[in-house]
């Protein structure tokens, strides 16, 4: 299995570290952090700027960047508001190496790809977030956005080799304040914002924030249009000087329309809708909620305690593109009906601690993790008369087919016992390592409605990690790590079997570098990941199977930080080799990875004004470029490279009130954001404007 593999590399690793050679004589002196509300920056609170100096996600713990031994990039809610985006695929554009894959209809952050390899996994606040089909996280909750880069199986459990994706909310605050933003865009999109931060006694021992946002959107796609409310309510309480209690929830209400795209045809409109306007729209309806309860059992340990609940269901039913007909403009068409719910169980109980082995230091992670998964689904497909459309000259309102009825309808539970170890290590004043290792035990079951036999399986999965980091001077850092990655298979395939779990092995080398006074960071990174028991959708059934195995290879670049104290920046660069090293027939080998470009890169940025009328304000612009891709998995169709540009301006009024103007591209470059198959292509957006208002109360 792949995840043997690490072992010569986790054994070079401990040799080196075990070397003396690599030691001092003198105890490493860990340096004096002076924590003050300018100057300090929590791994959970806002960023100044685009450039993060700490995190929690690579570790678990709060860490400064540059001294983890691993690529992470953090996309502050900073690049969201300049763009005026509220979308968090569009903030994954600046992580380096993050692709788009399929976003189920427009519904939810179903599918992206992190490194080659694609994952229906996210984070929030290191829970998982995307057990069954939630609707994609919203705006106006969210802090930062740090991507992982590499397998993390050994600290989150079951993932993907590619990359982990964790969005860390908005917490209270210590200081009173209020913000509501509202904003108007082309094709009659508006959007409300509001954040209200209010502390609950006079000694700021108890804190509320309630974040909201109600949207009502059309869009440039004919009868496309969706409408959300969101409701974060949060609060955090100082029981006591070593005990602390944070209670998070949201809720969101979604619905919209289910919307597959266009075909690949010449000359299909862009705007052109191949669905049904009656249809009515698909329902997303999420409920979190999540309690995390820390205390310090003395200044070098601390017990955390957190559980995390989420339930949901989706409901509605659409008529979806089929493949095209061979006259060329009439495509056929199939109609399904959907009933989702699910809910998901968490709870983790976590030990840290310092402590020092001669002169050596050590942070150390001991952590477990129980969780119960349940999903219940029914997609029912109706055949019929011939349900076909014209791709040209669309003409709704056909009657809906009422013929044979198939599908699938399956109860699916899966239930996992986890113990995780990490230990980060300080060896000398230059020298840092890291090593993580977790058990896991799966239980998974689903029963077949349609009459297919109950399927029952159960794994032990053994994940690690292992990484160092070698300070060479104080601006520059290099670093080396390996790690390995399982997840067991969701659904099943064509006789009703339960796949195989996935298994992926990481490589990867960097270095990371601080320039102009610390003021930019940057990270340039290679890498090598393989994998196996990949599932990929098999056209001819539409049902998921596994392709074998795959390879991903290449290196990736992020830039972050200001250049000057007027112009801050954000980018990222990426190579990325990917493709099927084991397949059949259908998938041979050598094949590309669906939607995964060899090159793609972005760059924001901005330039503020320091002094004079326009001091507060701003002005700047966004490139995004994304390399040619496979359209089709296993086919020649591919969706050619594209670029765009954005520009930007803040005019701030007074001290509390900012007119912001945003024009996405500019060019009106017609281009194709992502795809599922030569007939599920979703292009991307054509020049638009939008126009917002922001009122600091």
Do not use: C
């Amino acid at each position: 299995m792949p995840s043997r593999r690490i072992a010569p590399l986790a054994g070079l690793a401990l040799g080196l570290l075990l070397d003396p050679a690599f030691a001092e004589e003198n105890t490493v002196e860990l340096d004096t952090i002076s924590v003050t509300t300018d100057a300090y920056e929590s791994a959970t609170g806002p960023v100044k700027g685009y450039r993060a100096t700490r995190s929690a996600s690579a570790t678990k713990t709060d860490t400064a960047l540059r001294d983890i031994p691993q690529s992470i990039s953090v996309i502050p809610a900073t690049v969201l508001e300049d763009l005026g985006s509220t979308n968090v695929e569009r903030a994954l554009e600046f992580a380096g190496g993050v692709s788009k894959q399929n976003n189920f209809g427009g519904l939810t952050l179903y599918e992206y790809s992190v490194r080659g390899f694609t994952t229906s996994e996210f984070y929030q606040d290191g829970f998982s977030a995307n057990r069954g089909y939630p609707s994609t996280p919203d705006a106006a909750n969210i802090e930062r956005i740090e991507v992982l880069k590499g397998p993390a199986a050994s600290l989150y459990g079951r993932g993907d080799p590619g990359g982990t994706v964790n969005i860390v909310t908005k917490k209270p605050q210590p200081d009173a304040f209020a913000t509501v933003q509202t904003s108007a865009g082309s094709w009659d999109r508006y959007r409300t914002a509001l954040d209200v931060n209010t502390p609950l006694d006079s000694e700021g021992n108890v804190l509320s924030r309630v974040n909201l946002a109600v949207e009502d959107n059309h869009s440039f796609r004919d009868h496309v249009q969706s409408k959300r409310v969101f409701v974060a309510p949060s609060f955090s309480w100082q029981l006591d000087p070593d005990t602390h209690l944070l209670v998070e929830s949201e809720f969101v209400r979604h619905r919209s329309t289910f919307d597959r795209g266009i075909v690949d045809a010449p000359g299909v409109s862009r705007s052109t809708f191949l669905g049904e306007p009656n249809d009515g729209d698909i329902r997303n309806h999420n409920n979190r909620l999540q309690a995390t309860l820390e205390h310090h059992l003395n200044d070098a340990w601390k017990l955390r305690l957190a559980s995390h609940y989420k339930q949901g269901s989706l409901w509605g039913d659409a008529s979806e593109n089929r493949a095209l007909n061979a006259d060329g403009h009439t495509l056929n068409r199939r109609y399904r009906e959907r009933s989702m719910g699910w809910h998901d169980s968490i709870t983790q109980l976590e030990l840290r601690g310092l402590f020092d082995i001669g002169s050596w230091q050590h942070e150390l992670l001991i952590g477990t993790e129980y969780e119960d998964y349940r999903k219940k689904e029914r997609v029912t497909a109706i055949a019929g008369s011939p349900y076909a459309i014209d791709i040209y000259n669309p003409v709704y309102g056909q009657p809906k087919p009422n013929g044979l009825r198939s599908g699938t309808d399956f109860f699916e539970q899966t239930k996992s016992h986890a113990l995780n170890l990490q230990d980060q290590i300080i060896f000398t004043d230059r020298l840092r390592g890291m090593l993580g290792a977790r058990f896991e035990h799966f239980d998974q079951s689903i029963e077949d409605f349609t009459g297919a036999p109950k399927s029952h399986q159960r794994h032990d999965a053994f994940t690690q990690r292992a990484g160092l980091l070698y300070q060479l001077t104080p601006q520059v850092g290099v670093f080396a790590n390996a790690s390995t990655s399982f997840k067991p298979n969701s659904g099943l395939d064509a006789n009703s079997k339960a796949f195989k779990p996935e298994e992926g092995v990481g490589y990867e080398v960097g270095i990371k570098t601080e320039l102009f006074d610390d003021r930019l960071s940057a990270t340039l990174a290679a890498f090598h990941i393989e994998k196996e028991n990949v599932l990929t959708l098999d056209p001819a059934t539409n049902l998921n199977r596994a392709m074998g195995k795959a390879r991903s290879q290449g290196f990736d670049l992020q830039l972050t930080g200001q250049v000057t104290e007027a112009v801050r920046v954000i980018g990222a660069f990426a190579y990325i080799d990917a493709e099927v090293t084991k397949g059949d027939t259908t998938l041979p080998a050598g094949s590309r990875i669906l939607g995964v470009a060899k090159r793609s890169g972005s760059l924001l940025g901005v330039y503020e004004f320091q002094d004079g009328a326009l001091r507060g304000s701003d002005l700047g612009a966004a490139f995004t470029y994304v390399g040619d891709r496979s359209g089709e998995a296993g086919k020649s169709f591919e969706l050619p490279a594209y670029h765009t540009v954005d520009l930007l301006a803040h005019y701030k009024a007074t001290e509390n009130v900012t007119v912001g103007l945003n024009l996405n591209n500019l060019f009106d470059e017609k281009y194709y954001e992502r795809s599922y198959s030569s007939y599920w292509i979703n292009p991307g957006e054509p020049r638009n404007l939008t126009v917002s208002l922001t009122l600091n109360l």
